[in-house]
């Protein structure tokens, strides 16, 4: 069984850090490219990160581009999300996410707000 926690959010002023976690179980994680996904209240779902199965390539929203650090550990099963210099417009549920066999897998998400 697919599971995805995610872990690590929290309330943080403008100019603060978060590091999100997300474990993963039940499939081959190191096989798996890695997303994190956010969603802020009335507006879709959009992809913040993206790393491959082995680390070794990265991809960021120009929003989030040289504040925000993905990264995995494939021995622990686990992403991870660097956030820095964040800002209000951060604020958002922060979904870990990977796609297999023609299908999304999604964890709970986790609450992040920036603010004074």
């Known amino acids: 069984q697919v599971q995805l926690v995610e872990s690590g959010g929290g309330l943080v002023q403008p100019g603060g850090s978060l590091r999100l976690s997300c474990a993963a179980s039940?499939?081959?994680?190191?096989?798996?490219?890695m997303n994190w996904y956010r969603q802020a209240p009335g507006k879709e779902r959009v992809l913040v990160a993206r790393?491959?199965?082995?680390?070794?390539?990265?991809n960021y929203a120009d929003s989030v581009k040289g504040r925000f650090t993905i990264s995995r550990d494939n021995a622990k099963n686990t992403v991870y999300l660097q956030m820095n210099s964040l800002k209000p417009e951060d604020t958002a549920v922060y979904y870990c996410?990977?796609?297999?066999?023609?299908?999304?897998?999604w964890g709970q998400g986790t609450q992040v707000t920036v603010s004074s």
């Open positions: 996410n990977f796609f297999r066999w023609d299908r999304n897998y």
């Open positions: 039940g499939f081959t994680f190191s096989s798996y490219a």
């Open positions: 790393i491959t199965s082995g680390g070794d390539k990265t």
